[in-house]
């Protein structure tokens, strides 16, 4: 079986910083996902990419940058913390192009900001 | 655009109770459905998914779900619920195979009691 790493487990931030969560797949999985999780509003998309070095908006990706320079790493990018914030962001990744496939999920990288 | 409605926040039933938990989604076409559950502190794992075929799905640990196109629904079910069934239910669409991106539900908090 294989496993989704995600770093840092918990994040303190300040407002305006830029935080880097990273997320590591040995499942070989061509698809990997980040989506934020915020208390009454489920899971929304933030990115998405299908393969190495591609990159795909999801609904919520204003004020996020990702990176896949690796087909086992995902990275996203938290371009300026705003204060008050707290969610659950989780990295996920599938077979094939996605859709139709399980994702398997890790446990999450818990951001606050001071 | 594909949506996912989970109308109920909070559910609490009693063990041995049975239980059903509501999905609603808005889509086009017919879709790809999954329920996927998130125990305390665990990453979400996938309960059951349904490929267009037949309408009731069985999933793991006795769950099983009903896809309904006339109703736009596919809710999930239980005969008799265990205490560990204790988490939250995330119910989600995609638009089929090869079409990356997976939309989820506000998600349901499934209490119970003993």
């Known amino acids: 079986g294989g496993i989704i790493t995600q770093t840092p487990k918990f994040l303190i931030g300040q407002e305006g910083q830029k935080l880097t969560l990273k997320c590591q797949q040995n499942?070989?999985?061509?698809?990997m996902y980040w989506y934020r999780q915020d208390s009454g509003k489920g899971l929304r998309l933030i990115y998405y990419?299908?393969?190495?070095?591609?990159?795909q908006k999801g609904d919520l990706s204003e004020g996020y940058d990702a990176s896949r320079e690796k087909k086992s790493s995902f990275s996203l990018t938290v371009t300026s913390a705003q204060k008050n914030e707290m969610a659950v962001f989780l990295c996920?990744?599938?077979?094939?192009?996605?859709?139709?496939?399980?994702?398997?999920f890790g446990h999450g990288t818990k951001l606050s900001v001071l | 655009a594909q949506s996912v409605t989970q109308p109920d926040a909070r559910v609490t039933v009693s063990e041995g109770a049975s239980l059903q938990l509501r999905c609603k989604y808005s889509?086009?076409?017919?879709?790809?459905l999954f329920w996927y559950v998130q125990y305390p502190r665990q990453g979400l794992q996938l309960l059951l998914k349904?490929?267009?075929?037949?309408?009731v799905v069985q999933g793991v640990n006795g769950f099983e779900a009903e896809f309904s196109k006339s109703n736009s629904s596919f809710h999930l079910r239980k005969a008799s619920v265990h205490w560990s069934d204790w988490a939250v239910y995330f119910c989600?669409?995609?638009?089929?195979?090869?079409?990356?991106?997976?939309?989820f539900g506000q998600g349901t908090k499934l209490s119970i009691k003993p």
């Open positions: 889509y086009f076409g017919t879709p790809y």
């Open positions: 499942f070989n999985h061509d698809t």
């Open positions: 349904y490929y267009p075929g037949d309408p």
């Open positions: 990419s299908i393969t190495e070095n591609d990159l």
């Open positions: 996920a990744s599938s077979i094939g192009s996605g859709g139709s496939e399980r994702l398997f």
């Open positions: 989600a669409v995609s638009m089929g195979h090869n079409q990356g991106k997976l939309i």
